[in-house]
């Protein structure tokens, strides 16, 4: 899709549920991208938090619309994101900012992140105008309703949706 103009050696993490990922993960992907030589997207194996899709699954989703872009891999990780970040020689973390509301727990998580690991840098990136309410959690709750959820998130992450929301009726 786009030849690799980002910084050879530097490699980012972008972590997250990913429960399933939408259009602002997407655009925060492919703007990432454009910085870091490579972008690793880590999809948190968070079974606690109940997610509708499993990580085996979320990963794929993520690996599909992500398989345009040359430097961005995906991968599923366990415990902490600092240890997941080092294990992949990665220098920073990415995080979107989309809310003011969203601020206090990203500095929070950054803050800790930083005394666990503080070689390890995060930087926040403001979601685009057009995602910046465009959330997993809504999502699923708009479709679940029989709402449309067009241009929110990827085409085929839609249309399994709608499979998993037929299923479950
Ligand atoms: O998409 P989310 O659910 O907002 O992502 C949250 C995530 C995955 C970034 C956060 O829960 C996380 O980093 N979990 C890994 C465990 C960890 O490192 N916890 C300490 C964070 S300070």
Known sequence: MRANSGSDSLVAIYPGSFDPITNGHLDLIERASKFAGKLVVGVLRNESKQPLFSVEERVEMLKEVVAG???????????????????QRAGLIVRGIRAVSDYEYEL??????????????????????????????LVKEVIKLGGNIGGLVPPPVEARLKRRFAAAI
């Open 69 to 87: 872009y040359r430097n961005v891999a995906v991968t599923a990780f366990d415990g902490l994101l600092v240890e997941f970040a080092a294990e």
């Open 108 to 137: 929070q998580m950054a803050l800790m992140n930083r005394r666990l690991r503080p070689e390890i840098e995060t930087v926040f990136m403001m979601a685009s105008e057009a995602h910046s309410f465009v959330s997993s959690r």
